[in-house]
Each structure stands twice: as C-alpha cells, then as structure tokens.
T-cell receptor, first 111, second 111 residues
Framework: DGGITQSPKYLFRKEGQNVTLSCEQN?????MYWYRQDPGQGLRLIYYSQIVNDFQKGDIAEGYSVSREKKESFPLTVTSAQKNPTAFYLC??????????FGSGTRLTVV | EDQVTQSPEALRLQEGESSSLNCSYTVSGLRGLFWYRQDPGKGPEFLFT???AGEEKEKERLKATLTKKESFLHITAPKPEDSATYLC????????????FGTGTLLAVQP
C-alpha cells in the first residue's frame, strides 16, 4: 500500500544535540512538507519541497534544516539552534492540486 | 492577515445528537478548503475538499459545506467512533499547495 512513513515514532533529544527525523513516501508525489504541531496551535509549516534538490522555508524554518536528494525522501534535522523543539512533527506529500497525505508523526521531546 | 479560525474549541455530544463545527477564513485567493480528522497521536486523515461557495460534500455521517467566508462540518447522529479532533485548512494561493490550518475542534461523543 502507498503511504508516508515517518520514523522514529518517539525521539528524545538532549540539550545542544542535533536530531534527524525521517520521512519516506512511495506515492510518487512531487511535493513534500514538514509541519510542526503544538497544543492549542494549528499546524505550522517548517519547510517544503516541490521537486528534488529544491526546497523552501515555511513560516517557522529557524533552527531546522532539510534535504531533498531523492523524490521519496525528505528528512528534517532539528538543530541545537531550535530553542523549543518539543513538539509533534508531521510530514506530508502531495501532487499538484491534490490534497496532502500525512504520515503518522514523530513526537520529539527534549530531555 | 490570512487566518483560519475554528469554533468551538471543544464540543461534547451525546450519541445521536447532531451538531455542526465551524471554520471561518480570511484569505485572498482561496484555492480550496480542506477538512481532516485527527486521532490522538496520529497524523491528520483527509475527509473533504471544497473549492467554491455553495459546494457540499458528504461521507457517512459527515457533510461539509462552503460559503464565501466559512465552512461547516455537519455531523448527523454521531457515534462514539466519531470522537476526534477535526481540522480545517485552506490553500491560500500562490504557486504551491501550502495550507493554513485552524487550531481544530476536539469532538467527544458519549454513548
């Protein structure tokens, strides 16, 4: 079955540590997105990519980095510059004009 | 400012008690309004897309409608399994399929 796989489901980060969240899709979608979800707030866009080897900052890109070396993969790195990284991270993909499909999320906690 | 507002924040219904959720938006160049269902600890699941005022979509006990300024998600004779957070999002134009999300309505249906 086609879909989006996010891993790990739970991730713990120490202060000052970089961590990478994985997102893989087998839907053959061109566009991929990373959102952050916090209690009481709507999903906020971190980065998006419409094509391989190209990506753009979303509304809250500071402290995050991404790469898009393959169509299927769009990993997100949460760097030590992100001061409040504890959140639920969602990856999504879409084709032009179609609704995004979401992964099951990664919950990141700073310890 | 482009904005999506959902109300109420939380809604508790008895099984079989019909009601409606509201999503109001202030964006220019609406390219689509989307409804998602999100269960705890999971990614959003797509329900409906509406593109123009007057459009309606139905799926089982759910019916979504759209006007020029808002959308309603009507829930007819809900069951406990309809309990979830319902998210509204709008595609606000431009060259990308980016979405602005509301904060969601947490629906609890009691047996």
């Amino acid at each position: 079955d086609g879909g989006i796989t996010q891993s790990p489901k739970y991730l713990f980060r120490k202060e000052g540590q970089n961590v990478t969240l994985s997102c893989e899709q087998n839907l053959n979608h061109d566009a991929m997105y990373w959102y952050r979800q916090d209690p009481g707030q709507g999903l906020r866009l971190i980065y998006y990519s419409q094509i391989v080897n190209d990506f753009q900052k979303g509304d809250i890109a500071e402290g995050y980095s991404v790469s898009r070396e393959k169509k299927e993969s769009f990993p997100l790195t949460v760097t030590s510059a992100q001061k409040n990284p504890t959140a639920f991270y969602l990856c999504a993909s879409s084709t032009q004009g179609q609704v995004g499909t979401f992964g099951s999320g990664t919950r990141l906690t700073v310890v | 400012e482009d904005q999506v507002t959902q109300s109420p924040e939380a809604l508790r219904l008895q099984e079989g008690e019909s009601s409606s959720l509201n999503c109001s938006y202030t964006v220019s160049g609406l390219r689509g309004l989307f409804w998602y269902r999100q269960d705890p600890g999971k990614g959003p699941e797509f329900l409906f897309t509406l593109y123009s005022a007057g459009e309606e979509k139905e799926k089982e006990r759910l019916k979504a409608t759209l006007t020029k300024k808002e959308s309603f998600l009507h829930i007819t004779a809900p069951k406990p399994e309809d309990s979830a957070t319902y998210l509204c999002a709008v595609n606000y134009g431009g060259a990308t399929n980016k979405l602005i999300f509301g904060t969601g309505t947490l629906l609890a249906v009691q047996p």
